[in-house]
């Protein structure tokens, strides 16, 4: 490991956190009225921003419209200041194609397709600033915009990943302690009913450290949980008094 | 919809997706909820309330939302739709709202020419039935091919409800095929709809 201690001798990251602590959680419902649902999420320096349309008419050629279940469309791009070198197209490279396939699978697991057939909604997910688990922001800001969009879900998605260095699982990895080449696993959950969404393993992990590490990352989205249900629980009542006054 | 009875009862409970509601024993699911194994949860974020239709059945438990119900055309649906643009095989129209529920965005929908009237369909002819800008009430036959849902209006009860003529008045029906502007006194002819007060569903 290039000189970088991602573990100091009194248990502390680089950043200062304890291992099984999340980054500072800032979010928030309703940004746009344009779309029909939007949101926005700071994890640390990770900033995302959600915005969901739909259900609607399939338009275009783009895909034919199902009989029995919505279409869900998915678009991932990143802001081309988000990272540190700045990114000459903000999508449609094979990155953020993988991307936007992944956050497909996760929503198409748990929208309540069938209510909606041959319609489709459309997920646009934007990174405004890179700095380590985007997924899971984007999985985390996409949740909150479609629940704000009033679309029916089975359940909350939250998403966190974690690493391992020095025989100690963290949770919620920054930037520079993916980049160090270490393991990092993400997971998307269904936090109530503890059903995996999505699991992604980047790099080696020893398989009997996995259940550790994935007990971490189940941890941590169900504290991401905690949150986001508080600022949805917040947002619904602040609604429901501004319409009474009105 | 009509005017039912119902009883309603407000839970003063702020509910989100994945929430355990109660046991499917004790009540139906209603909109915003779904059941698994012999439980409901709900599937938006809302405030919960359980409705009684008829005594004897169970409540339904509905999740209620500030912002306006979302909802697609289904086969059977009641639709109102504006027509658009009519040819000699078939009318096209904007589906606007599904039975009570508005459309925030409008669907496609296709009138042909065999499924404007039940009877003498070879004698039909669409610029006779429909023309652009009337306001059509109908029911989804099919989910049709990708371009548009197909509709139809062979029933009494269906057709055309609002037209405007050329001096821009809406027009009084006088037959069932038939419409009279009440200032010009032109006749057009129209598929009109015998409108039935509770096919009409918006509120007072």
């Keep these: 490991m290039a000189g970088l201690e991602l573990l100091s001798d009194e248990g502390f990251r680089l950043d200062g956190r304890r291992p099984s602590e999340l980054r500072k959680i800032r979010l928030r419902l309703g940004v746009f009225d344009q779309a029909d649902g939007s949101a926005y999420i700071e994890q640390g320096n990770t900033k995302a921003l959600a915005t969901v349309y739909g259900p609607h008419e399939v338009l275009g050629g783009k895909g034919k419209p199902l009989h029995d279940k919505v279409i869900i469309n998915c678009q991932y791009s990143m802001a081309t200041f988000s990272t540190n070198e700045r990114k000459n197209r903000p999508q449609g490279d094979r990155k953020s194609t993988e991307m936007s396939l992944h956050l497909q699978r996760t929503f198409e697991a748990t929208i309540q397709t069938h209510l909606y057939p041959r319609s489709q909604i459309d997920i646009f997910v934007q990174i405004l600033q890179a700095d380590g688990g985007n997924y899971c922001a984007c999985v985390n800001a996409a949740t909150l915009a479609i629940i704000n969009a009033g679309i029916p879900m089975k359940d909350y998605v939250c998403a966190c990943s974690s690493g391992y260095v020095n025989n100690t699982p963290l949770t919620d990895v920054s930037y520079l302690e993916e980049s160090q080449g270490g393991p990092v696993v993400t997971v998307a959950m269904l936090p109530k009913s503890e059903q995996i969404a999505l699991f992604k393993m980047d790099n080696r992990l020893h398989v009997d450290h996995l259940e550790q590490v994935l007990e971490v990352a189940s941890k941590g989205c169900k504290d991401m949980y905690a949150v986001m249900n508080a600022a949805v629980k917040e947002h619904v009542s602040r609604m429901a008094k501004s319409m009474e006054c009105s | ?204």
């Design chain 2, 1 to 204: 919809m009509a005017a039912h009875s119902d009883h309603v009862k407000h839970h003063n409970r702020i509910c989100v997706p994945g929430e355990h509601l109660g046991l499917e024993s004790e009540y139906h699911t209603g909109p915003g909820t779904y059941r698994r194994n012999g439980s409901i949860y709900a599937s938006l974020a809302g405030h919960l309330c359980s409705r009684t239709e008829v005594e004897t059945e169970l409540p339904a438990l509905t999740v209620l939302q500030q912002e306006i119900q979302i909802t697609v055309p289904r086969q059977k649906s009641l639709v109102t739709c504006k027509v658009v643009s009519i040819t000699s095989k078939f009318c096209r129209c904007d589906i606007l709202s599904v039975e009570s529920v508005p459309l925030t965005e409008t669907f496609r929908g296709m009138i042909r020419k065999e499924d404007i009237r039940a009877t003498e369909k070879d004698k039909v002819e669409v610029y006779k039935s429909f023309r652009p800008g009337d306001i059509v009430l109908a029911r989804v036959l099919s989910l049709g091919d990708a371009q548009s849902y197909l509709l139809t209006t062979a029933e009494n009860e269906l057709g055309v409800v609002l037209a405007k003529s050329e001096a821009g008045v809406p027009m009084v029906p006088t037959s069932w095929c038939e419409m009279t502007c009440p200032k010009t006194h032109d006749k057009q002819l129209r598929k009109v709809a015998k409108v039935q007060p509770h096919y009409i569903a918006y509120a007072s």
